[in-house]
Each structure stands twice: as C-alpha cells, then as structure tokens.
C-alpha cells in the first residue's frame, strides 16, 4: 500500500501525463522545435525541509502569522505544446475550478436560476475550501518536482499541493448540484450524473496538465470531498434553514468563520493561501446573512421555501438569455463596485490604525491588515449579491 502512494505521489508520473497530451520543456537553449507553443514563466516550489537561507527580505515573523522562511525561489521556464487541442482543453478545465467561475457561476445561479441551489452551493464549497485550504497547511507536502514536471501556473506554486483544492471544489459544486437538483426538477438523473463526472474529471486532469499537482493530491481531494459530501448530506435541510433559526444567527456567521481566518496554520513563508481562504470564507459568511437579512426583514417579496419542490425545466428562449444576461451584467457591476470602494476603505482604516505606508504592499500580507481587509470586503460582497442586488433587479423591472 505505502508502495502504491509513493507511485502515486512520484513526480515523473505526471509528467508522463504531460508528455502524453503534448506538453514538453523547451531546451535551455537553442531554437524551439516545430509546433513551439506559449511560452511562461514558472516558478520552482520548495522541497519540505529545503528552504533557502532568509536573507531578511519577503519574511515574515511569527506575529504575522508567518515563520521567517522566504518565498520559494522564481525561474523562467519555457515549454513547447505539441497538441493544442489538450492545451486549450485543459487550460479552460483549469480555469473551471479558479475564482473566475466561483464569480460567475455562483452568481448567476442565484439571479438566474434558483437561490435555494445557490445557497446550498456556496455552503458546502465554503465548508469543502477551507477542509482542503488548511490540510494543505498542515501536511505541507510538496507540489510536483520541476524538472521533470512543467509547472504552467505561477500564482499559487507557493502553496502545498495535498490534497487538490481544485479537484475538491469541482467535486463538491458538481456533485452538490446533482443532488440538490434531482428531486427539485424533473431531467434525466443519468445526464446529470454523467455532466457531473465529466466536469470534475476535466477539472482533475488539468491539476496533472497544468503540472501543479501528483496523482495522489487529485485523488485526496477528491476522496475528501465525498466523504464530506457523504457526512454532511444528511444535514444539509437542516443547514438550509439555519438562517431563520435565531436573530443572534448573523453575529454566529461573523465571529466564527473571521475566528478561523485569523487563526489559520501558520506557514512556513507567505503564500496566498490565507488571502484566498478567507475571501471564500467571507463570502460565505456575506451570503449567509444575506439570506437572513431577506427572511427576517422579508426584503424578498416572495421568499424561497427552502423544501424541494418537483418543477418543470422551463424551455430555453432568447428573452430569456437576454434577461439573465441583463441581471447578470448589473449585478456583477454592482458587486465589482462594492469590493473597490469597502476593500480601500478598509485598508486605509487599517494603515491608519497599525500606522502603516499607505500603498506598502507588503504591509497587505500582514495577518491584521490581510485577513480584516478581505474578510470585510467580501462579506460585504456576499451580502450585496444577495441582498441588495435583487432589490435592484426589482426596482429595474427584471424580476
């Protein structure tokens, strides 16, 4: 068994993966070879144990809630894609588990589709991202090696790789959907649960093609997810309706989750982790009271009933495309708006406090300028969507 996870954590087994779709380092030097593809940089991640010296810069004491460990090492890595048709595949795939769908998907799904699904679907992916975020933190095991693997994605090389937060969120969003759906609308459960699996398998892949991830951390992830799924699933009625449960519920979906934010694992040198962690968090904890807001203020004029109703798919006509475009196109302007103006006021509340330069973009990674900054704007950001942009969508005529 040890045997069989080692394969399974081995670096040159993704990048046989990578050979096979036609993903190949370009050589130090010389030209490149016929078909020669995008060219990026890459960035190296640490071995366990193998930090280089600090020299002072980029680090971090323990009162930022960071060792003092620099951030791993940057190098140019060119690469040579022989079959584009997997380069775009997996390059979009990737792009179905990073924050440019949570931001589209999760909103339109409430101004478009159904807020029950989009409620029950942010939970369970606030509840999956964390699990993944901090286990990353906790086992620190390394992404794969470069060489042999080509790493296409620079951002987050400085995070640990176990278990996959992409495979995880595409699991939970896909698999969530299928069974919040399938006893509230009448389709084909087969074509679901087909959409479903091919959706996290494309997501799952392109960790292995974009190099950023072993077999074993896709697998993790994914076993994660469904054992949480499985725990939970149970539950999940009873969380629906938590947010009528009491008046003191939105103080409980403040403190709780900005606790586990301000105290996440301490790394080893920054990453984006903690930012990433707690704008998810926020969010969720934004939606959540907006779905409080409107029940007990009744700001909805017909509130959702959170039991599954059996509904008809409605056919798809241009008015209607035209419409979701239309509350999407508003709503998305709005909650851009609302981020730029809380997230600069709330650093410059806490520059002022901490008395720090203004625009010092190292100061932002500080654990009580980082964490207060996003978790304020994207609560802010949650509650708008959810709140104030349906109230808008009535006021224009789109409901």
């Known amino acids: 068994m040890a045997e069989l996870l080692w394969s399974l954590q081995d670096s040159q087994l993704v990048a046989r993966f990578q050979r096979r779709c036609g993903l190949f380092p370009a050589p130090d030097e010389g030209p490149h070879e016929n078909g020669a593809g995008p060219a990026e ?9 193998h930090h ?38 997996f390059r979009f795939s990737a792009a179905l588990g990073q ?34 975020q901090v286990a990353k933190d906790i086992l620190k ?4 090696s470069n060489p042999p693997v080509v790493n296409l994605e620079k951002r987050v ?5 176990m278990p996959s937060t992409h495979a995880m ?41 974009t190099g950023m991830h072993t077999v074993l951390d896709v697998l993790g992830g994914v076993l994660l997810t469904a054992a949480l799924i499985v725990l939970t699933q149970p539950a999940w009625t009873l969380i629906d309706q938590l947010d009528s449960a009491s008046p003191l519920f939105p103080v409980c979906a403040i ?27 926020a969010a969720g904890a934004g939606v959540t009271i907006g779905f409080w807001l409107n029940h007990f203020f009744q700001l909805m004029s017909k509130p959702m009933d959170s039991l599954p109703v059996v509904q008809n798919i409605p056919p798809f006509t241009m008015d209607m495309l035209l419409l979701g475009l239309t509350k999407f196109t508003v709503g998305i302007v709005l909650l851009l708006l609302v981020r730029q103006l809380v997230q600069n ?55």
């Open 141 to 144: 095991w390394p992404r794969p």
């Open 157 to 161: 090389i400085t995070e640990y790789g």
């Open 255 to 281: 403190v709780v989750p900005f606790i586990l934010c301000y105290n996440y694992p301490v790394s080893d040198y920054y990453s984006p982790t903690r930012a990433d962690t707690t704008t998810i968090v």
């Open 345 to 399: 006021l709330s650093l410059q509340v806490l520059y002022s406090w901490f008395k720090v330069v203004t625009r010092n973009k190292e100061a932002r990674r500080r654990l009580e300028i980082e964490v207060p900054s996003k978790f304020v704007t994207y609560t802010s950001v949650g509650i708008c969507a959810t709140t104030v942009v349906p109230m808008l969508h009535r006021v224009l005529g789109l409901l």
């Open 41 to 49: 940089g890459a960035v190296r991640a640490p071995e366990v144990g």
């Open 99 to 132: 924050e440019v769908f949570y931001i589209t998907f999760l909103p339109f799904t409430q101004w478009n589709i159904d807020p029950y699904l989009s409620r029950r679907l942010i939970i369970i992916w606030v509840l999956v991202m964390y699990i993944g």
């Open 169 to 209: 969120a595409a699991t939970a969003i896909s698999f969530t959907l299928l069974i919040s759906t399938m006893d509230r609308y009448q389709y084909p459960f087969v074509l679901g649960l087909v959409m479903a699996v091919v959706f996290s398998t494309l997501v799952c892949l392109s960790r292995l093609y």
């Open 52 to 89: 280089p010296e600090a020299n002072g810069k980029g680090g971090w004491g323990p009162a930022n809630g960071l060792r003092r460990a620099p951030a791993p090492q940057k190098y140019v890595q060119k690469y040579i894609v022989k079959n584009y048709f997997y380069y775009y595949l």
